[in-house]
């Protein structure tokens, strides 16, 4: 069994931070990619920032300069530093981590729950 468990999400008000956590657990016998998208309401789930086992790190377009994505492979955790926020960033967050629970498996995708980032006056 793997679990994600997302944190950090919340109301902010345009042009301030937040900072979202997602840790792993369970049968992780090797992380590869972990990512976080965002799904706005009526829209697609989109990838927000993707980093690799190495930390190599890639973000769409509308985010690059304000978002960083980073992980701590000892705490199984990848994080998502947000910084001048827009409304139109307001969507639902989701962590998302390609996994081998254990040697000899192909590597599967797992999701998190979601958390709600909300920016609004």
């Known amino acids: 069994q793997v679990q994600l468990v997302e944190s950090g999400g919340g109301l902010v008000q345009p042009g301030g931070s937040l900072r979202l956590s997602c840790a792993a657990s369970?049968?992780?016998?090797?992380?590869?990619?972990m990512g976080w998208y965002r799904q706005a309401p009526g829209k697609q789930r989109e990838l927000v920032a993707i980093?690799?086992?190495?930390?190599?790190?890639e973000y769409i377009d509308s985010v690059k300069g304000r978002f960083a994505i980073s992980r701590d492979n000892a705490k199984k955790s990848v994080y998502l530093q947000m910084n001048s926020l827009k409304p139109e960033d307001t969507a639902v967050y989701y962590c998302?981590?390609?996994?081998?629970?254990?040697?000899?498996?192909?590597?599967?995708?797992?999701w998190g729950q979601g958390t709600q980032v909300t920016v609004s006056s």
């Open positions: 998302s981590a390609e996994i081998q629970t254990r040697p000899f498996v192909l590597p599967s995708n797992y």
């Open positions: 369970g049968s992780t016998f090797t992380i590869n990619r």
């Open positions: 980093i690799s086992s190495g930390g190599s790190a």
